[in-house]
């Protein structure tokens, strides 16, 4: 799983970096990981999860990556294109991942 898992990491890495760090429009607008910094840490975030070999605490870390966007958007602090680019990137990632298998104590039956 490991190796698969790191084929698909420079490939999210390298969408979700394009996203986060390339501007948009107007070449005087910042990037959105200016704009909000905290989207830069959930992508470090990301990448030391694939990194490390655990798809689950990736997922999470995209999905904590979504909320800031999300967030920063209702704030006025991203565009609806950007949050909209950072999204579709995120999506791109999380179907990279491995499908979350059962939680080790859902696996183990009682015995009858």
Request: charged content about 35%; aromatic content about 2%.
């Amino acid at each position: 799983m490991k190796p698969r898992l790191l084929r698909g990491r420079w490939r999210a890495a390298v969408v979700a970096a394009v996203v986060l760090l390339a501007p948009t429009g107007c070449a005087d607008d910042p990037p959105p990981s200016e704009s909000v910094p905290a989207l830069e840490q959930h992508l470090d975030e990301v990448d030391a999860a694939i990194e490390a070999g655990e798809p689950d605490e990736a997922r999470r870390a995209v999905e904590d990556l979504i909320a800031e966007a999300a967030q920063a958007r209702v704030e006025g602090d991203l565009s609806d294109e950007e949050a909209d680019r950072i999204f579709d990137a995120a999506q791109q990632v999380l179907d990279q991942l491995p499908k979350a298998g059962p939680k080790d104590d859902e696996d183990e039956k009682p015995d009858d």
